[in-house]
């Protein structure tokens, strides 16, 4: 199974709204990343999880508060956006020690904040 | 530092004729290549990889990438592209002693003309 699942497909909140976003695989692996992607843009990472344990984070504003429960999940608990916030929120995860260091990337949760 | 050049923004090209997306990084350092691609709504998928060995990567739907060291370039070649070949595409870098932290490049947009 080399599948990375998230949840919602499409959200839609507004600036007040606090909801969070979910991703999940099964592949053993122990590193898990948030990116941030606009139309037309690559990717921007926002935060990468090693065994369980926030190891970057981009000064990505407070408002977007990861949390890993386990080494199988990620979430990403959202407060207080802003319209710019609006993206599509990729999770990925690859396997650090492997030596085989590419990315798996989920569906995405596209993001609309109003 | 690490970063990632693709020159082509948007390349279109028609049904059946070949195609060369590039890519050039900088790096003081030894790395990994990757390419990946996106349909629309979607997430990245991983086409090919470059870790070490042969210089000639070949990778899913019949594309294949030249890792040249000397020119510091990866670029991805397909002989003849077809109408589901049109996607983003991004060129990616990881330092080889830690794999974590991705550098995508800006994206390039193929579309295959029929």
């Known amino acids: 199974d080399t599948e990375v699942t998230q949840t919602p497909k499409h959200l839609v909140m507004g600036m007040t709204n606090k909801k969070s976003l979910k991703c999940e695989q099964h592949?053993?692996?122990?590193?898990m990343y948030w990116y941030k992607q606009k139309a037309k843009k690559p990717p921007e990472l926002m935060f990468v999880?090693?065994?369980?344990?926030?190891?970057i984070n981009e000064s990505v504003p407070s408002r977007f508060s990861p949390e890993c429960p386990n080494s199988s999940l990620l979430n990403l608990h959202l407060h207080a956006l802003q319209p710019e916030d609006s993206a599509l929120y990729l999770c990925a995860s690859s396997q650090p020690t492997s030596g085989i260091h590419e990315q798996y990337f989920g569906p995405g949760t596209r993001l609309t904040v109003t | 530092a690490q970063s990632v050049t693709q020159l082509d923004s948007q390349v279109p090209v028609f049904e059946e004729a070949p195609v060369e997306l590039r890519c050039n990084y900088s790096?003081?350092?030894?790395?990994?290549l990757f390419w990946y691609v996106q349909y629309p709504n979607q997430g990245l998928q991983l086409l090919l990889k470059y870790l070490s060995g042969s210089t000639l990567v070949k990778g899913i739907n019949g594309f294949e990438a030249e890792f040249n060291k000397s020119q510091t370039s990866f670029h991805l070649r397909k002989p003849s592209v077809h109408i589901s070949d049109t996607a983003e595409y991004f060129c990616a870098v990881t330092r080889s002693n830690t794999g974590n932290q991705f550098y995508f490049g800006t994206g390039t947009s193929l579309t295959v003309i029929p």
């Open positions: 592949m053993g692996h122990r590193a």
């Open positions: 999880y090693s065994y369980e344990k926030l190891s």
């Open positions: 790096s003081s350092v030894s790395v990994y």
